[in-house]
Protein backbone atom coordinates (compact mmCIF):
# COMPACT_ATOMS: atom_id res chain seq x y z
CA UNK A 1 0.00 0.00 0.00
CA UNK A 2 1.19 3.55 -0.67
CA UNK A 3 1.00 6.22 1.73
CA UNK A 4 -2.68 7.48 1.65
CA UNK A 5 -3.94 3.97 2.13
CA UNK A 6 -1.84 3.19 4.69
CA UNK A 7 -2.92 6.24 6.54
CA UNK A 8 -6.37 5.15 6.27
CA UNK A 9 -5.51 1.45 7.21
CA UNK A 10 -4.06 2.95 10.60
CA UNK A 11 -7.38 5.16 11.04
CA UNK A 12 -9.41 2.04 10.81
CA UNK A 13 -7.46 0.09 13.06
CA UNK A 14 -7.96 2.80 15.69
CA UNK A 15 -11.63 2.59 15.24
CA UNK A 16 -11.59 -1.40 15.94
CA UNK A 17 -9.47 -0.75 18.74
CA UNK A 18 -12.13 1.48 19.97
CA UNK A 19 -15.29 -0.76 19.45
CA UNK A 20 -16.32 -1.83 23.03
CA UNK A 21 -15.30 -4.55 24.58
CA UNK A 22 -18.41 -6.25 24.64
CA UNK A 23 -18.80 -6.88 21.01
CA UNK A 24 -18.21 -10.09 19.26
CA UNK A 25 -15.19 -9.86 17.83
CA UNK A 26 -14.86 -12.81 15.71
CA UNK A 27 -18.01 -12.56 14.52
CA UNK A 28 -17.14 -8.80 13.29
CA UNK A 29 -13.96 -10.36 11.32
CA UNK A 30 -15.79 -12.79 9.89
CA UNK A 31 -18.54 -10.00 8.38
CA UNK A 32 -15.22 -7.88 7.14
CA UNK A 33 -14.03 -10.87 5.28
CA UNK A 34 -17.61 -11.58 3.60
CA UNK A 35 -17.34 -7.48 3.17
CA UNK A 36 -14.27 -7.59 0.99
CA UNK A 37 -15.04 -10.83 -0.74
CA UNK A 38 -17.89 -9.62 -1.73
CA UNK A 39 -16.49 -6.06 -2.94
CA UNK A 40 -13.35 -8.13 -4.61
CA UNK A 41 -16.15 -9.76 -7.12
CA UNK A 42 -18.23 -7.37 -7.47
CA UNK A 43 -16.01 -4.63 -9.76
CA UNK A 44 -18.30 -1.35 -10.12
CA UNK A 45 -19.50 -1.45 -6.68
CA UNK A 46 -15.73 -1.33 -5.30
CA UNK A 47 -14.80 1.15 -7.74
CA UNK A 48 -17.70 3.90 -6.54
CA UNK A 49 -17.06 3.12 -2.65
CA UNK A 50 -12.96 3.75 -3.28
CA UNK A 51 -13.30 6.40 -5.25
CA UNK A 52 -12.10 9.44 -3.59
CA UNK A 53 -13.61 11.56 -6.65
CA UNK A 54 -17.12 10.62 -5.15
CA UNK A 55 -18.76 12.27 -2.48
CA UNK A 56 -17.98 10.86 0.96
CA UNK A 57 -21.49 11.06 1.95
CA UNK A 58 -22.49 8.98 -0.93
CA UNK A 59 -19.84 6.24 -0.17
CA UNK A 60 -20.94 6.39 3.33
CA UNK A 61 -24.65 6.16 2.82
CA UNK A 62 -24.49 3.67 -0.29
CA UNK A 63 -22.33 1.17 1.86
CA UNK A 64 -24.82 1.33 4.25
CA UNK A 65 -27.79 0.76 2.19
CA UNK A 66 -25.84 -2.07 0.41
CA UNK A 67 -24.30 -4.02 3.98
CA UNK A 68 -26.35 -2.67 6.48
CA UNK A 69 -28.96 -5.93 6.35
CA UNK A 70 -26.14 -8.34 5.41
CA UNK A 71 -23.84 -7.22 8.43
CA UNK A 72 -24.00 -6.30 12.17
CA UNK A 73 -23.76 -2.41 13.25
CA UNK A 74 -20.36 -2.69 14.33
CA UNK A 75 -19.23 -4.35 10.95
CA UNK A 76 -21.31 -1.18 9.10
CA UNK A 77 -19.46 1.41 10.95
CA UNK A 78 -16.07 0.08 10.13
CA UNK A 79 -16.74 -0.27 6.55
CA UNK A 80 -18.39 2.96 6.53
CA UNK A 81 -15.19 4.96 8.39
CA UNK A 82 -13.29 2.96 6.03
CA UNK A 83 -14.84 3.92 2.51
CA UNK A 84 -14.70 7.81 3.68
CA UNK A 85 -11.14 7.39 3.59
CA UNK A 86 -8.53 8.05 0.35
CA UNK A 87 -7.40 4.84 -0.93
CA UNK A 88 -4.25 4.74 -3.35
CA UNK A 89 -5.93 1.91 -5.16
CA UNK A 90 -9.19 0.55 -5.22
CA UNK A 91 -8.09 -3.51 -4.35
CA UNK A 92 -6.47 -1.15 -1.26
CA UNK A 93 -9.92 -1.19 0.34
CA UNK A 94 -10.37 -4.67 -0.26
CA UNK A 95 -7.05 -5.80 1.91
CA UNK A 96 -7.66 -3.26 4.37
CA UNK A 97 -10.89 -4.94 5.33
CA UNK A 98 -9.30 -7.98 5.02
CA UNK A 99 -6.68 -6.76 7.52
CA UNK A 100 -9.13 -5.02 9.93
CA UNK A 101 -10.93 -8.89 9.56
CA UNK A 102 -7.52 -10.59 10.70
CA UNK A 103 -7.25 -8.36 13.75
CA UNK A 104 -10.86 -8.73 14.78
CA UNK A 105 -10.59 -12.61 14.46
CA UNK A 106 -6.59 -12.92 16.55
CA UNK A 107 -8.47 -9.78 19.39
CA UNK A 108 -11.07 -12.74 19.95
CA UNK A 109 -8.71 -15.25 19.81
CA UNK A 110 -6.13 -13.32 22.71
CA UNK A 111 -9.43 -12.98 24.58
CA UNK A 112 -10.34 -16.78 24.21
CA UNK A 113 -6.09 -17.24 25.12
CA UNK A 114 -6.02 -19.43 22.01
CA UNK A 115 -3.37 -16.23 20.55
CA UNK A 116 -0.29 -18.67 21.04
CA UNK A 117 -1.99 -21.57 19.59
CA UNK A 118 -3.19 -19.98 16.56
CA UNK A 119 -0.01 -18.27 16.11
CA UNK A 120 1.93 -21.26 16.40
CA UNK A 121 -0.33 -22.76 13.81
CA UNK A 122 0.03 -20.19 11.13
CA UNK A 123 3.50 -20.54 11.31
CA UNK A 124 3.44 -24.72 11.06
CA UNK A 125 0.85 -24.44 7.94
CA UNK A 126 3.42 -22.00 6.42
CA UNK A 127 6.59 -24.30 6.51
CA UNK A 128 4.30 -27.09 5.42
CA UNK A 129 3.84 -24.90 2.54
CA UNK A 130 7.56 -24.21 2.12
CA UNK A 131 8.17 -27.66 2.00
CA UNK A 132 5.40 -29.17 -0.29
CA UNK A 133 5.25 -28.41 -4.38
CA UNK A 134 2.29 -30.17 -4.36
CA UNK A 135 0.54 -27.62 -1.73
CA UNK A 136 2.26 -24.38 -3.23
CA UNK A 137 0.54 -25.30 -6.42
CA UNK A 138 -2.53 -27.26 -5.08
CA UNK A 139 -3.27 -23.89 -3.11
CA UNK A 140 -2.04 -20.96 -5.49
CA UNK A 141 -3.58 -22.92 -9.00
CA UNK A 142 -5.89 -19.84 -10.29
CA UNK A 143 -7.59 -22.40 -11.95
CA UNK A 144 -8.97 -24.02 -8.65
CA UNK A 145 -11.49 -22.47 -6.98
CA UNK A 146 -11.44 -20.92 -3.75
CA UNK A 147 -14.13 -23.21 -2.07
CA UNK A 148 -12.07 -26.22 -2.99
CA UNK A 149 -8.23 -24.35 -1.62
CA UNK A 150 -9.83 -24.01 1.59
CA UNK A 151 -10.90 -27.68 1.90
CA UNK A 152 -7.48 -28.13 1.28
CA UNK A 153 -6.43 -25.63 4.04
CA UNK A 154 -9.49 -27.49 6.56
CA UNK A 155 -8.27 -30.88 5.35
CA UNK A 156 -4.76 -30.43 6.45
CA UNK A 157 -5.25 -28.66 9.74
CA UNK A 158 -4.99 -30.74 13.27
CA UNK A 159 -8.95 -31.58 13.87
CA UNK A 160 -7.34 -29.40 17.23
CA UNK A 161 -6.46 -26.32 15.05
CA UNK A 162 -8.36 -22.90 16.80
CA UNK A 163 -11.23 -21.58 15.27
CA UNK A 164 -8.61 -18.46 14.45
CA UNK A 165 -6.48 -20.53 12.66
CA UNK A 166 -8.78 -22.06 10.66
CA UNK A 167 -10.85 -19.02 9.24
CA UNK A 168 -7.91 -16.70 8.44
CA UNK A 169 -6.01 -19.70 6.95
CA UNK A 170 -9.30 -20.71 5.13
CA UNK A 171 -10.12 -17.43 3.99
CA UNK A 172 -6.29 -16.18 2.59
CA UNK A 173 -5.77 -18.95 0.37
CA UNK A 174 -8.94 -18.02 -1.41
CA UNK A 175 -8.09 -14.50 -1.39
CA UNK A 176 -4.50 -13.90 -2.26
CA UNK A 177 -4.87 -11.18 -4.81
CA UNK A 178 -1.82 -11.88 -6.90
CA UNK A 179 0.04 -12.06 -3.98
CA UNK A 180 3.24 -14.85 -3.03
CA UNK A 181 1.33 -17.64 -0.50
CA UNK A 182 4.00 -17.61 1.72
CA UNK A 183 4.06 -13.56 2.00
CA UNK A 184 0.48 -13.78 3.08
CA UNK A 185 0.82 -16.45 5.65
CA UNK A 186 3.75 -14.75 7.17
CA UNK A 187 1.41 -11.26 7.32
CA UNK A 188 -0.82 -13.54 9.04
CA UNK A 189 1.82 -14.16 11.51
CA UNK A 190 3.25 -10.49 11.81
CA UNK A 191 -0.70 -9.32 12.54
CA UNK A 192 -0.99 -12.40 15.42
CA UNK A 193 2.45 -11.04 17.06
CA UNK A 194 1.68 -7.72 16.31
CA UNK A 195 -1.74 -8.96 18.86
CA UNK A 196 0.68 -8.89 21.49
CA UNK A 197 2.91 -6.01 20.46
CA UNK A 198 5.81 -8.69 19.42
CA UNK A 199 7.23 -8.83 16.26
CA UNK A 200 8.17 -12.08 14.47
CA UNK A 201 11.74 -12.71 13.34
CA UNK A 202 11.95 -15.91 10.61
CA UNK A 203 15.04 -17.33 11.21
CA UNK A 204 16.48 -20.27 9.34
CA UNK A 205 19.30 -22.40 10.89
CA UNK A 206 21.29 -25.16 9.66
CA UNK A 207 20.66 -27.25 12.91
CA UNK A 208 18.89 -26.15 16.04
CA UNK A 209 19.72 -23.57 18.09
CA UNK A 210 20.72 -24.23 22.06
CA UNK A 211 18.31 -22.41 24.73
CA UNK A 212 21.32 -20.19 25.62
CA UNK A 213 21.88 -19.31 21.66
CA UNK A 214 17.75 -18.58 21.50
CA UNK A 215 17.74 -15.96 24.18
CA UNK A 216 21.03 -14.11 23.19
CA UNK A 217 19.06 -14.08 19.99
CA UNK A 218 16.25 -12.56 20.92
CA UNK A 219 18.04 -10.17 23.39
CA UNK A 220 19.81 -8.59 20.46
CA UNK A 221 16.83 -8.61 17.92
CA UNK A 222 14.43 -7.20 20.61
CA UNK A 223 17.30 -4.58 21.33
CA UNK A 224 17.71 -3.64 17.70
CA UNK A 225 14.30 -3.43 17.17
CA UNK A 226 12.96 -1.62 20.41
CA UNK A 227 10.20 -3.62 21.01
CA UNK A 228 9.85 -7.58 21.96
CA UNK A 229 10.30 -10.33 19.37
CA UNK A 230 9.96 -13.74 19.08
CA UNK A 231 11.32 -16.48 16.93
CA UNK A 232 10.02 -18.81 14.56
CA UNK A 233 12.86 -20.70 14.02
CA UNK A 234 13.03 -23.68 10.89
CA UNK A 235 15.92 -26.05 9.58
CA UNK A 236 17.57 -25.52 6.54
CA UNK A 237 20.66 -27.28 5.65
CA UNK A 238 20.76 -24.85 2.80
CA UNK A 239 22.31 -22.34 5.10
CA UNK A 240 25.15 -24.28 5.68
CA UNK A 241 25.97 -22.87 8.66
CA UNK A 242 25.63 -19.85 10.33
CA UNK A 243 22.08 -17.56 10.40
CA UNK A 244 19.55 -16.13 8.01
CA UNK A 245 17.21 -13.87 10.02
CA UNK A 246 13.93 -12.05 8.40
CA UNK A 247 11.76 -9.83 10.90
CA UNK A 248 10.27 -7.26 9.03
CA UNK A 249 11.69 -5.87 5.90
CA UNK A 250 15.26 -6.54 6.98
CA UNK A 251 17.43 -9.51 6.10
CA UNK A 252 20.10 -10.37 8.14
CA UNK A 253 22.36 -13.35 6.67
CA UNK A 254 25.18 -14.75 8.51
CA UNK A 255 25.41 -18.06 6.72
CA UNK A 256 28.20 -19.49 5.49
CA UNK A 257 26.17 -20.15 2.03
CA UNK A 258 25.86 -15.98 1.75
CA UNK A 259 29.51 -15.80 2.31
CA UNK A 260 30.65 -17.97 -0.12
CA UNK A 261 28.35 -16.38 -2.07
CA UNK A 262 29.70 -13.03 -1.55
CA UNK A 263 33.40 -14.11 -1.97
CA UNK A 264 32.80 -16.32 -5.44
CA UNK A 265 31.19 -12.76 -6.73
CA UNK A 266 34.66 -10.95 -5.51
CA UNK A 267 36.08 -13.76 -7.17
CA UNK A 268 34.47 -13.32 -10.45
CA UNK A 269 34.61 -9.57 -10.54
Given at each position: ?31 L ?25 I ?32 V ?39 Q ?20 I ?24 H?R ?90
Amino acid sequence: MLGSSRDALALCGGALEQLSGEVNRAEIGSELFSIAALLDSENVLRLVLADSGQGVEIRKSLAAEVFGTRVGIAATELLVIAVAQRWSEDVDLVLALEELGAQAILTAAQNENTLDATEEEIFLFGRAVDQSADLQMALTNPATVGSSKSAIVAELLHTNATSATRELLEYAVSHLHGRRLDSVISRLGDLAAAQRQRMVAQVRVAKPLSQDQTQRLVAVLSSLKGSEVRLNVGLDPEVLGGIHVVIGDEVIDGTVASRLEQAHRAILG
